[in-house]
């Protein structure tokens, strides 16, 4: 899971130029932070989202291009079909913002439990679905989808429920400083033991 917290290349797929839309409040979190690596967003129906160049699907950025994490915030129904498009591309983590899985009923399962098996026969990990997203100030990663300043500190927080999440945020950014987050959503496949041993091993780096 290193990889997941040291990026090379985002892939912002349904990123967008409306601010009405998800995709947009991600994508201008990303932008504003000051993020140290490169971004791609997707959009069959845009150029460009705030400047960038946009890309019609993962699979069409160049092959010499890192794509490292791709953060789907596209509808529930159309997120197997970008995760085919993701393991062709050779991405190793997927993060779905979206809802509408197993938190919504039968057919949210369905598609939760489809996905699970598209990330398994493509070597792929799933952060998600229906999560916040995360925050990594060692590389001014922030792609939540709220709008929001952080405070560079110490602590790591990792929260299943998004409005937990950005209430333990805001009281760490005030008062300690933050240095990564990640909201888990339903933990369909990454859960909190994956992440501590991840954190525990990064921390280790610095000693």
């Known amino acids: 899971m290193l990889r997941f917290f040291e990026l090379r290349g985002v892939a912002i797929v349904g990123a967008s130029g409306s601010a009405a839309n998800l995709g947009y409040a991600v994508m201008k979190n990303m932008l504003d932070a000051g993020?140290?690596?490169?971004?791609?967003?997707?959009?069959p129906k845009e150029a460009e989202v705030l400047g960038v160049r946009a890309y019609g699907s993962v699979s069409e950025i160049p092959a010499h291009e890192p794509?490292?994490?791709?953060?789907?915030?596209?509808?529930?129904?159309?997120t197997p079909k970008v995760m085919r498009d993701c393991a062709r591309r050779g991405v190793k983590y997927v993060m779905v913002e979206a809802a509408g899985f197993s938190e919504a009923g039968e057919e949210g399962?369905?598609?939760?439990?489809?996905?699970v098996e598209i990330a398994r026969e493509g070597g792929m990990r799933i952060v998600g679905p229906n999560c916040l997203g995360s925050i990594n100030t060692a590389n001014n990663l922030v792609s939540i989808f709220v709008?929001?300043?952080?405070?560079?500190?110490?602590?790591a927080i990792i929260a299943q429920s998004g409005g937990v999440g950005l209430l333990l945020l805001d009281w760490?950014?005030?008062?300690?400083?933050?240095?990564?987050?990640?909201?888990?959503?339903n933990k369909c496949d990454v859960d909190e033991a994956d992440l501590l041993e991840t954190l525990l091993r990064t921390a280790r780096r610095k000693w």
């Open 35 to 43: 993020f140290s690596g490169k971004i791609y967003p997707v959009n």
């Open 67 to 78: 794509v490292d994490l791709a953060i789907l915030l596209v509808p529930a129904y159309d």
């Open 109 to 115: 399962r369905r598609l939760e439990q489809e996905i």
């Open 147 to 155: 709008k929001y300043h952080v405070r560079r500190g110490n602590v």
């Open 172 to 185: 760490v950014c005030e008062h300690l400083g933050v240095s990564k987050f990640v909201g888990l959503g």
